[in-house]
């Protein structure tokens, strides 16, 4: 089979595309022929190591996996003796962000245990694939507050994959939504749901004199020090990154501390309960992933040159 691969950190240039053996699937494990993946800014992080937190789990001074890939959609061709949740012929998708999946090639191998579902028949396998990380980061934002359909909420960011899958979550729930992004993308920020739209090359959205309940930061571009005054009593900054000088760990214990308005990151958490909730809107057709491009494997290296522009509107899928 073909994968993707590197053996050392660094950017793009350090990817290969080599023939390797199919793996043999394990007692509880599948084998999946993969038929969709992306490349996210998981995986952006992922290759080049950075920043540095990631090779404590990833390999101090190389990487522990070769093989590249945090999301997948595909079919299983085989199944381990001590499988009992899936069957051979099932699609499937899945997440895993630990570095360790391996799902940018032809074959991979997943316990039945791990982030994996079925796709239903009317969800294609581009559109599986590009749903689990952003779909999976957006519902950690949302899912650290209570949620009503009175709130006005700001996501900064509408275009970013996790930004636009934020919006589409919180239009679920009948929630007043002003978004950032360029004027070129208004229509399909408003499209996703947002009922407001911010120029960000044009406006700075924390001089305005409106009040949000919550601030959603799905770029990591502002900070909690900015958003403060236009947040409610009680209200929230969650934001997708650690901010510029790192200053969000800090600011989380603090704010706890103090009560009032907090700042808070999107940890994620329990991605197989964001990949329930991400069917379930599926089906009730209120959540598509936006798809930026979709690249062929031999392709990957730009799509990862693309992606780690930080311009990606939306997901960049690789099909094969
Ligand atoms: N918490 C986690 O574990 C985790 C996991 C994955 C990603 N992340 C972080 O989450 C962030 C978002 O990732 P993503 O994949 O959703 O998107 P992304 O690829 O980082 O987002 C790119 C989009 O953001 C827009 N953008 C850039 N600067 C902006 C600004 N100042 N205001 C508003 N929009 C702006 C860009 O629009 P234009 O091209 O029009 O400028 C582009 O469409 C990244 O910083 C990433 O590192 C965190």
Known sequence: MKAVTRSTYGDASMIEIVEMDVPKPKDHELLVRVHATTVNRTDCAILTGKPFIMKLFLGLGRPKHQVLGTDFAGEVVEVGPGVTKFKKG?????????????????????????????????????????SPEAGHYGYNFINKIKITSEQKILVNGGTGAIGAATIQYLKHYGVEVTATCRKVHFDQVKKLGAAHVIDYEKE?????????????????????????????????????????????????????????????????????????????????????????????????????????????????????
């Open 204 to 320: 700075d959205f924390t001089t305005t004199a409106e009040k949000y309940d919550h601030i959603f930061d799905a770029v990591g571009k502002s900070t909690f020090g900015k958003c403060k005054p236009l947040l409610k009593p009680k209200g929230k900054y969650i934001s997708s990154e650690l901010g510029p000088d790192g200053q969000n760990i800090l600011l989380m214990m603090t704010t706890l501390l103090t009560g009032g308005k907090r700042c808070q990151i999107a940890i994620p958490a329990k991605p197989l309960e964001s990949l329930v909730k991400i069917r379930e809107l599926w089906l009730s057709h209120e959540f598509t992933p936006l798809i930026d491009r979709t690249y062929p494997m031999d392709q990957i290296k730009e799509a990862y040159t693309h992606v780690a522009s930080g311009s990606k509107v939306g997901n960049v899928v690789i099909s094969y």
């Open 90 to 130: 099932d699609r499937v998708w899945g997440f895993d962000d630990n570095g360790a999946l391996g799902s940018q090639a032809e074959y991979m191998t997943i316990h039945e245990d791990k982030t994996i579902l079925t796709v239903p028949d009317e969800v294609t396998y581009e559109v599986a694939a590009a």
